[in-house]
């Protein structure tokens, strides 16, 4: 990776359990092995002699990355829809980004919405896409340039449910494009991951183990995220809030 690395990089990921990695028994999810991965990159190129963004202790001064170049918030909360991350999101990001620093939002809901109590889904279909496009509003007006990850699935949901998130993923990512907003599409792919139901279905029936959350961050790689965090044409004005 090249270009200007060494910017102050804030990074929230906001969602529902899978954001959070609940079933991981190593407490690391997909967000803490994608940025894990992210942050082995970086370091190699600053070995390499390219400014980096760093994430570990033990960099030098004058050379390699900076631990203080990074800070990553995991902002997922369990059962969460999208209704519940729009009624929360700024007030969230808000005291975590940084004036001049390089201000990210990753989004992941859904899962959740398609749940059915009382007959209906949790949040309708409708509603989820428009919540979502708030979102996207929101952070563009506040700074945050976004990448939205689409709804994991629930192993045990079904084929009903499975065709819900899957519809409902092909409705975010056209959100995302009208808007020019990155989006991985992995809802199908972990739909039809062995690893990822089977470790599911041992589970609670939604959640996977190491190995599974391990599939999700691959997908989330192999999707942009690396070039994503590198593009400095994504960046915004900076956001009020403190370090």
């Not at 975010?172 to 808007?179: E, F, N, V, Y």
């Not at 599409?185 to 739909?191: F, I, K, M, N, Y």
């Amino acid at each position: 990776m090249t270009g200007d690395m060494t910017r102050n990089l804030r990074i929230c990921f906001i969602g529902d359990s899978f954001t959070q990695g609940v079933g991981d028994p190593e407490f690391r999810g997909w967000v803490g092995r994608v940025m894990a991965a992210t942050w082995a990159d970086l370091a190699g190129s600053a070995a390499g002699g390219v400014g980096a963004v760093g994430g570990g202790a033990g960099a030098e001064e004058g050379g390699g990355a900076r631990s203080a170049d990074v800070t990553v918030f995991n902002l997922g909360v369990r059962r969460n829809t999208s209704a519940d991350v729009l009624a929360r999101c700024w007030t969230e990001t808000g005291v975590r980004a940084l004036p001049g620093a390089d201000n990210r939002l990753v989004l992941s809901v859904g899962a959740n919405d398609t749940t059915i109590e009382d007959g209906r889904p949790r949040v309708e279909p409708e509603q989820c896409l428009a919540n979502v496009a708030d979102l996207l509003d929101g952070a563009r007006e506040r700074g945050f340039a976004a990448l939205v990850v689409g709804p994991p699935p629930v192993a045990d949901g079904g084929e009903e449910r499975l065709a819900r998130q899957l519809e409902l993923s092909e409705g975010i990512a056209a959100l995302c494009g009208a808007r020019g907003v990155s989006f991985v599409d992995v809802t199908r792919a972990l739909a039809e991951d062995p690893l990822w139901v089977a470790e599911a279905l041992a589970g609670d029936g939604a959640h996977p183990g190491a190995g599974g959350y391990g599939r999700l961050a691959e997908l989330v790689l192999r999707g942009g995220f690396r070039e994503w965090l590198a593009d400095g044409r994504v960046r915004h004005a900076a956001v009020a809030g403190r370090a």
